[in-house]
């Protein structure tokens, strides 16, 4: 079975609350990017706030592409995200991130920007729900998709038959395709659907995919 999950990338809480007004009606569960401006090159809303302000039945994945991910935790236990998505490539001591995550009630899992080996994240791999293969680099809506990830995604899928893949990033009906035929079971899709007219439509198409 085939998931999809929206992206929502907000800079502004007005922007955070627009986009989960246009999501409601068509998922049940949300990805949020948060981004510090610095492990990548744009800044977000922190996000905590403007989740736990925000009326919404709504489930949220939250990807936390900070540098210091350690720092944010505390903000996210008492919000409705129940899912935390980590990068490999933060600093910190990651597997007490990740047991700290567990102990309180959250769902766990990586994601690997284009250019990290899997192989990187392997001793992590018992702690996780799943792992998240960005297929851009991050920061941004609308990145190119980078082909060379399909490869990694296959021969991961090849080495860890039994665990999780989402795939984030430049993802169309087209390189949705791809990523499933790949071995990928989660796509996290941000300008596609949240730039269509119609996003029912826009979900249709994908999971027909």
């Not at 690997?112 to 192989?119: A, I, K, Y």
């Not at 300008?191 to 439509?201: F, T």
Request: aromatic share 8%; proline share 6%; hydrophobic share 40%.
């Amino acid at each position: 079975m085939i998931t999809v999950i929206p992206s929502i990338l907000a800079k502004t809480p007005e922007e955070f609350t627009a986009m989960v007004r246009k999501l409601e009606p068509h998922t049940k569960r949300v990805h949020l990017d948060i981004i510090d401006g610095e492990f990548a090159p744009t800044t977000t809303i922190k996000g905590y706030k403007e989740l736990s302000e925000c009326k919404t039945d709504l489930l949220f994945d939250v990807h936390l592409m900070v540098k210091k991910p350690a720092e944010q935790l505390k903000h996210w236990y008492e919000t409705r995200a129940d899912r935390i998505i980590l990068h490999a490539e933060a600093e910190g001591d990651m597997l007490a991130i990740l047991e700290e995550l567990e102990q309180n009630g959250k769902r766990r899992a990586l994601a690997l920007n284009p250019e990290t080996p899997f192989q990187n994240v392997g001793s992590f791999l018992p702690h996780l729900d799943f792992i998240q293969f960005m297929t851009v680099n991050p920061g941004f809506y609308g990145s190119p998709f980078i082909p060379e990830v399909i490869e990694k995604i296959e021969q991961f899928r090849g080495i860890y038959p039994h665990i999780a893949i989402a795939v984030d990033g430049g993802i169309t009906p087209t390189t949705a395709s791809l990523c499933v035929g790949a071995g990928a079971s989660i796509l996290v899709v941000g300008s596609y659907i949240m730039n269509s007219k119609d996003v029912g439509e826009a979900l249709k198409n994908l999971k027909a995919e």
